[in-house]
């Protein structure tokens, strides 16, 4: 696949376990995935990205800048 994992809902259990079996049989997939979805972790929610993002809502905040302030919270999603 060219995504970084499988989306399962969080409480579904035969969801889950449909998507570790998926991966036991295709343990390049798992890797690849695996590879790849903590690259994209990284990327998304270092360390200095969080701080520069929270120092954006908190200036937005400041400001009152409701605009800036749902932008924010739409690249959150």
């Known amino acids: 696949g ?3 994992g499988v989306l399962v809902d969080e409480f579904d ?3 889950t376990a449909a998507a570790m079996i998926e991966y036991a049989r295709d343990p390049v997939r798992a890797r690849t995935d695996g590879l790849r979805g903590r ?3 990284e990327e998304r929610w ?3 990205r969080s701080l520069d993002r929270l120092a954006n809502v ?3 905040a400041r400001k009152r800048d409701r605009t800036t302030l749902a932008a924010l919270a739409q690249d959150l999603k």
């Open 46 to 48: 270092s360390m200095d």
């Open 13 to 15: 259990v035969d969801a």
């Open 2 to 4: 060219t995504g970084a």
């Open 58 to 60: 908190i200036d937005a």
């Open 39 to 41: 690259r994209q972790l």
